[in-house]
């Protein structure tokens, strides 16, 4: 059917953020000339964050990879030449092929890939099909936030259920606790204003940067990194001593209170607390007051906070405060990780029964030492990358830049853009963006299920994720069966649970947006009933104790921690925490102008008198180093660490960088207590003048 002249699609932002975004773009002749908020979305209220709502320079961006392409220098350099998608695909299905028959079998073939796109489709199941089907290693997606959902997922039970986001304009007490919510999360911060405004409500940041959230908040708690779960067992311990827990709630719906209780009263006065976090101990106590007397109160739960060794530990005991002081007695109130587990598609959609038995797996966080044959299993051959700049993001850089640049690692890389991934790359793939395919998207942010249809046509030879699996599924002569066409895996995927009740595709492709079959003001435990074995909050959990953890909170430092670790502390002193640059998502978006202008130059903010006892003066280049790696930055005095801490938000594409490396040059493939998550924010650093002024980086 030919398209009308003039269009309005509601398409969703894919990217790995908790808001996904509804919005409205305007297609004439087949361009698309304007995009903007969805004013009628529930969540999305009409505005668009900084970086999407000039997403349509992204789309028509000259830079765009916009046909299929091979190397013709050497690896790292980034030269290639044109070629077709017949020898494209021929190349690969020949080097798969040969791989699979060889005596290191189909396991030596890798797949890399993250929330380069957020959809069910495009992220998430034909790609997981073909690679099941051609029996390679699996990959374990721990990169951003396994170790917090496992923690949580011990104490509130399987689907990480959280309060409801539409109902936190009835609280009374809101906590951002290691979330930037303001920048990551902007749409809820509008709701936490609103609750500031309709009832008076506080807005408490914890962290150790004062970040934007910070700024705006009433209150910034600024714990020491990685110590957050000591100040949570500090919270607890002046809630019990005071009489402020809630007696009832932990009578009918927690297991292993007492036990907790007598933990805290011994182990974490306020005093061990100070001395552990470097909270004062008046804050602490008034902490602990407010949380359990303010009602409703909310703790907004993020991902930076677990990005350390004891980082799974940390959520789990967090996640106990709203039990202890009863605020999952309201809507709004309790806590808040992720929505994600109240979409319950059906899990069939990436068919890991096709998966031979004993099919390895491989953490992603261990890509250096998967590519340098260091992990149980035969050599990674050949690399397919995808919705992920490994050579950007990923942890202990140096060693997974020396991995891609093997001459007998095959690999390949579909992209939009030809990021510091696409250097290394044998075969290059480009790639539709989201207005030019069809995908299906839940939300970790609020609770509407929501359709993306196709509103231009491919730019160039683009292809989406969906259309390259089923043609190399072709050419590797795979059942057809297994790799339908799209509406027919969106159909499969709304064959779930009971939340997807009524939400049906052609609903979907008529209205954009449906809420998940849940109520108003949906409070997920008000009746203390958890989806856990007890069927109660765990503050004690025997499945904890059978998996080899203590089976009540407790506080597990860093893997690099000043006061664990002196004599490493005594080489390197600094705590560098790198969480997002506001202008960037990941490393999506940083070779932007407008987006890198924005930006600026890469820095390393400092406390005063870590500046000045190193002889550094804001705005001289430094160079960051550990026994990792080193990067390049701007020193900045701006005041938002204490003294011991460093900030350096990202992430800058290296090739776009001064020296040509970014901060997880410096950063550890170390994994978190559980989870296998990753531990970018456990990282000891030490910052000196650099040699010589850094020349500007190359344009893209």
Known sequence: MPRPASAVFKNVCPLDCPDTCSMKVTVRDGAAVELKGDAEHPFTRGFLCQKMARYLDRVYSPDRLMHPMKRVGPKGEGRFERISWDEAL??????????????????????????????????????????????????????????????????????????????VPNCRFVVNW?????????HLWSLMIE??????????????????????????????????????LGLMHVIWRDGLADDDYLARATVGAELLRDRVLSDYPPDRTAAITSVNIDTIETFARRLATDQ?????????????????????????????????????????????????FDPRLTRPDLSPPGTRTVNMNQLGEA????????????????????????PNQA????????????????????????????????????????????????????YNPAAINPLGECRSNNDVFRALAGRMGFEPDIFPDDRTLMREALDGGPNLRGVTLERLEAEGSVRLNLPENYAPFADGVFPTPSGKCELYSERMLRDGFDPLPTYIPPHEDPQTKPDLAAKFPIQLLSPPRPQFLNSTFANSPRHRAGAGEPTIEMADSDARSRGLVDGQWAEVFNARGSFRARVSLSKTVRPGVAVATGIYWNKLSPGRSNVNSTTSSALSDMGGGATFFDNLVEVRAAVDSPTEPPSV
Not at 205 to 229: F, K
Not at 308 to 325: E, K, N, S
Not at 378 to 388: D, E, G, H, M, Q
């Open 296 to 344: 409703p109160s909310l703790i907004r739960l993020n991902y930076g906070m677990q990005r350390h060794h004891g980082g799974g530990m940390a959520v789990r005991t967090i996640a106990c405060l709203p039990a202890v002081v009863g605020s999952w007695r309201h809507p709004g109130g309790g806590a808040m990780l992720s929505t994600s587990g109240a979409y319950d």
């Open 399 to 450: 060693k997974v830049l020396r991995g891609l640049l093997r001459e007998d690692l095959f690999t390949v890389v579909h992209e939009l853009f030809a990021t510091d991934t696409v250097d290394y790359a044998d075969v290059v793939l480009p790639a539709t963006s989201q207005l030019e395919h069809v995908d299906l998207h839940g939300s970790y942010g609020h609770h509407e299920v929501m």
């Open 195 to 232: 609750a500031r405004k309709r009832g008076g409500a506080t807005i408490v940041t914890v962290d150790p940067y004062l970040s934007p959230t910070a700024r705006r908040s009433d209150w910034h708690i600024q714990p020491r990194p990685g110590t957050d779960a000591a100040l949570a």
């Open 371 to 394: 590519l340098a044959g260091e992990l149980p299993g035969p050599p990674v051959r050949a690399l397919y990358v995808y919705n992920s700049n490994p050579a950007a993001v990923a």
């Open 178 to 186: 290691g979330s930037n919510t303001v920048n990551t999360n902007s």
């Open 90 to 167: 021929a190349t690969i299905t020949e080097r798969f092929d040969a791989v699979a028959q060889s005596a290191d079998g189909p396991q030596a073939i890798l797949p890399y890939s993250y929330y380069g796109t957020m959809g069910k489709l495009q992220a998430s199941s034909l790609d997981r099909r073909f690679f099941h089907r051609l029996g390679a290693s699996k990959l374990d997606r721990t990169i951003c936030a396994s170790a917090g959902t496992i923690g949580y997922e011990y104490t509130v039970g399987p689907g990480r259920l959280s309060a409801d986001p539409l109902a």
